[in-house]
């Protein structure tokens, strides 16, 4: 059971990232799964979720960023368009259905100029 997250790196104010959140052993669609950030000396923070009940949002990230999922990739994205500098730091994802609760090990982002 595995949960890899990729796509972060290093972009400009205003630019976009997309990150992946890849699930191998467990099929993702049945989980809930949130999207985490985690700023430099700051507690983790969840900023995105998608279930059954639909995609919920941050405020600070509603408008700007999209959680969708591939069920034949069996993977969940997060879509980030534009980026602030706040929205730098280390980004997570976890699933969980009831007593499984899987986290990935984070990917990057980094916003600057």
């Known amino acids: 059971v595995q949960l890899v997250e990729s796509g972060g790196g290093l972009v400009q104010p205003g630019g976009s990232l997309r990150l992946s959140c890849a699930a191998s052993?467990?099929?993702?669609?049945?989980?809930?799964v949130r999207w985490y950030h985690q700023a430099p000396g700051k507690e983790r923070e969840e900023v995105a979720s998608?279930?059954?009940?639909?995609?919920h949002y941050m405020d600070s990230v509603r408008g700007r960023f999209a959680i969708s999922r591939d069920i034949a990739k069996n993977t969940v994205y997060l879509q980030m368009n534009s980026l602030k500098s706040e929205d730098t730091g280390v980004y997570f994802c976890?699933?969980?259905?009831?007593?499984?609760?899987?986290w990935g090990q984070g990917t990057q982002v980094t916003v600057s100029s």
């Open positions: 998608i279930s059954r009940a639909g995609a």
């Open positions: 052993g467990f099929t993702v669609s049945r989980y809930a």
């Open positions: 976890n699933a969980e259905r009831f007593s499984n609760d899987y």
